[in-house]
């Protein structure tokens, strides 16, 4: 059962203290990778952990998960984590998606999964975002074998992994006809593509032209705001406040919610602007910075 979060300073110091003991006290376990590219280092993991790389969730070499377990895990709750990249590049080991995330949120007793997942040019944002439901039962048909819940997980996701886990928490079909059940709830960071249209409709980065194109169908399938069908789980939305459209995208989705499904289902998506930039949200999650907090916060109303 996770241990409770408790106040953040605390927290980051038993974190410190549990990280300085991995020489003398307990080392990670770690099983040979098969993944083409393995983790860089693991100085990083907390004594004790126990670590199961590339795990096939798939048949493409490109779904496959890495699973970070606690020292002595039971019925532990699971953050799934899903890397960015714009749709195209980008893995499930790069210390950014990684390191911090595991370094704070194992001592607390979470269990930590990231997963890689097709990428453009060889399937479309839609795809990748029914690759993130198959991870997401994957990890539900196999979480007691981590000593994790399957019905205490929380998605999250940074920059395209975050337009592809709202577009799951919008439209949760998507994850369901991938055989998943539902989950507690969603931490997208940094996600400016809530809604595509609006983005291919007027001045934007070079970026998204080989992605989406003029494929207009695309545009709307791909757009959380537009493919919501039904009240999110709760959801926090984490934006950088100086990034052009992300905290007023994130703000459009709420009220998008709140619109349809009333004030209720509006007040469970948090929109939480912070004055970080787009990567450093990413890397810095799980330093002690308020960031964390609010996250910590955030993941502890909506897991048991």
């Not at 984590?81 to 998606?97: C, I, L, P, Y």
């Not at 390191?99 to 001592?107: E, G």
């Not at 607390?108 to 039962?137: M, Q």
């Amino acid at each position: 059962m996770r241990k409770p979060i408790v106040a953040f300073i605390a927290v980051a110091a038993s974190a410190a203290l549990l990280l300085s003991g991995c020489a003398a006290g307990s080392q990670p376990t770690v099983t040979p990778p098969t993944a083409t590219l393995p983790i860089e280092t693991q100085d990083w993991l907390p004594a004790g952990a126990i670590v199961h790389h590339a795990i096939a969730y798939g048949s493409d070499p490109n779904q496959k998960l890495d699973v970070y377990q606690p020292q002595n895990a039971q019925d532990a709750p699971i953050l799934l984590m899903v890397h960015g990249g714009g749709w195209k590049r980008g893995d499930k080991a790069a210390s950014g998606v990684v390191n911090n995330k595991v370094a704070h949120y194992l001592p607390l007793g979470y269990i930590v999964v990231s997963t890689n997942y097709r990428l453009y040019p060889d399937v479309d944002p839609v795809t990748e975002a029914g690759d993130v439901g198959s991870a997401l039962a994957y990890v539900q048909a196999h979480a007691a074998e981590w000593g994790g819940s399957a019905t205490d997980i929380v998605l999250m996701g940074h920059s395209a992994g975050a337009n592809l886990v709202s577009l799951l928490a919008a439209d949760p079909t998507i994850a369901s006809d991938a055989g998943a059940a539902p989950w507690r709830g969603t931490v997208a960071l940094d996600s400016a593509a809530f809604n595509v249209v609006t983005i291919m409709s007027g001045p934007h980065l070079p970026l998204y032209d080989p992605i989406f194109g003029t494929d207009t169908q695309l545009w709307r399938d791909s757009s959380p705001t537009l493919r919501l069908s039904a009240p999110p789980a709760p959801m926090l939305l984490v934006c950088d406040s100086g990034r052009a459209n992300s905290c007023s995208q994130a703000k459009a989705f709420a009220a998008a919610v709140a619109s349809k499904y009333g004030k209720t289902a509006g007040d469970a998506i948090q929109v939480y602007p912070v004055d970080l930039r787009h990567g450093e949200i990413n890397a810095e999650l799980g330093t002690p910075i308020p960031l964390t907090g609010r996250v910590d916060a955030f993941l502890n109303s909506v897991t048991s």
